[in-house]
């Protein structure tokens, strides 16, 4: 396969749809668990973000907020971050922030260039080529350290144990965070919930701290046996911490933050009152705890380095405060008709995750009695039933009304038609599901016969679906 880096793109003017073309000209197609390729390919360009001090984020729902919420704290504590994200809403350039910030596309497209090269270069690479995800990692970790980047926020794509990411040393982790898990790509992880968690359990590195949400109490057992195995200091935030005064609106949330002297030191004690993020839905206020709770792990294990700096309650405070993670109920008015409309867009996409949208989505409007419509798209391999069974349910009267539709150009995806069949025979709806070839129309439809619309169900609808709403 050598040449693959030859210019064979379609559309010399945009860097973006250069690299995804010379990305996916080199990589092995599919996914493919595994280690050697990905190590081998960083060895090979300087294994980039070695002596980089890094938190790695796992778990199935939570990870990109919890990242987002640690990447604002460390960077109102002085530091200069990388955060790397997957997947993206609209472009690429969301997947790698530095210092808060997307990097220019033809920075990207460098990096790719550079690892594509290194692949070609390399007889063993060429034989057992990288997945698209092992190259676009090496290409973010490339461009972490080219741009300075003083800590790293990183978030695991799939699993955790055989995921790319999980490349670093025992010494520059500062802390493994584990989100909530749930059941969730099972035909890669398992089919059990302790499988899929040992997966996410196993990146815990030794002598590194590591905090648990542990909001499923049963996974806790598991969590403690992965890290006394690695020697590693555990912390449960829903044991370990006390989270009080808690409430929720559609302006985000508030609470206070209370880590006690438990979790064999792996946390510091501290007292947290009135913190808030813009952030919407009660499970925020878990995934901030998380992250408050992985930041004073960090900061013991920075205290050690004499010139770093410090993270401060201000810091936490204001890092929680400043945090931003679209597409995650995120909330659009719009001007209608008939009053003005709000659109409420999050990428829930399996049972775990509709539910937590549900009771939030619920809570703000459907216990007041606003008429709610639903935009609803999935991929043929999610449980996309389970996930119409709780939206059809967890409304109170008036019963919201189903918009089923379809990510255009996206074989992965379920068509409409078929989507809308499920649907009907359930019977929370309002009405009988139509179904709608393009979402915009679906949203256009709902905005008109309901007071809220929720757009959910894959993150690739909600993308599309942004990039029209924030359009100028």
């Known amino acids: ?69 640690l990447d604002s704290i460390f960077r109102a504590a002085g530091y200069r971050t990388a955060m790397y ?93 584990v989100a909530s898990v749930s059941m969730d790509h099972t035909e890669y992880l398992g089919n059990t919930l302790e499988a899929i968690a040992g997966e996410k359990f196993a990146v815990v590195r030794a002598g590194a701290p590591a905090c648990y949400l542990g909001d499923n109490p049963s996974l806790v057992p598991l969590f403690e046996e992965f ?58 206020i878990a995934n901030a705890s998380l992250a408050i709770s992985a930041a004073l792990a960090a900061d013991r294990r920075l205290a050690a380095g004499s010139r770093l700096p410090r993270i401060t309650d201000d810091a936490i405070l204001s890092g929680i405060a400043g945090a931003r993670w679209p597409g995650r109920l995120e909330v659009f008015r719009l001007a209608a008709e008939n009053g003005r409309k709000s659109v409420v867009l999050d990428g829930g996409h ?33 449980e996309y039933r389970k996930c119409l069974s709780t939206l059809s349910q967890i409304f109170p009267a008036p019963a919201p009304a189903l918009y089923p539709t379809q990510v255009p150009g996206m074989e992965r995806c379920l068509p409409a038609d078929r989507l809308a069949l499920a649907a009907g025979a359930l019977t929370g709806w309002r009405s009988a599901p139509e179904p709608f070839d393009a979402p915009m129309l679906a949203v256009r439809r709902s905005v008109a016969e309901n007071e809220v619309t929720v757009v959910c169900g894959s993150l690739y609808l909600v993308g599309r679906v942004r990039k029209e709403l924030a359009a100028p």
């Open 85 to 177: 994200t997957s997947p993206h809403l609209e472009s690429p350039a969301e997947r790698l922030t530095v210092d808060g910030a997307a990097l220019p596309a033809d920075r990207w497209l460098a990096a790719a260039e550079l690892a594509v090269r290194t692949v070609e270069a390399d007889g063993v690479l060429m034989e057992d080529r990288p997945s698209y995800f092992e190259l676009v990692t090496a290409a973010a970790f490339l461009l972490a350290r080219d741009e300075g980047s003083e800590l790293a926020v990183v978030e695991a794509g799939l699993g955790g144990r055989l995921d790319a990411t999980n490349t670093f040393s025992a010494s520059d982790t500062l802390c493994t965070a």
């Open 1 to 69: 396969m050598a040449g693959v880096s030859k210019k064979i793109y379609t559309n010399v003017n945009d860097p973006f749809v250069e690299m995804e073309a010379l990305l996916t000209s080199c990589a092995s197609p599919g996914i493919r668990p595994g280690l050697a390729r990905v190590r081998r390919l960083l060895a090979l360009l300087g294994d980039p973000l070695a002596g980089t001090p890094v938190v790695h984020v796992v778990g199935t729902n939570g990870k990109g907020s919890t990242c987002a919420f």
């Open 227 to 284: 890290c006394g195995r690695a020697g590693a200091a555990p912390f449960v935030v829903s044991r370990d911490a006390e989270v009080s005064n808690a409430r929720a609106s559609e302006q985000g949330c508030t609470f206070d933050f209370c880590s006690r002297s438990m979790g064999g030191g792996a946390v510091p004690e501290a007292s947290l009152t009135g913190v808030h993020t813009g952030l919407i839905g009660r499970h925020q």
């Open 350 to 382: 399996n049972p775990d995750g509709v539910k937590k949208l549900a009771e939030c989505v619920s809570e703000l409007w459907g216990e007041r009695g606003k008429k709610i419509g639903i935009v609803y798209a999935a991929m043929r391999d999610k």
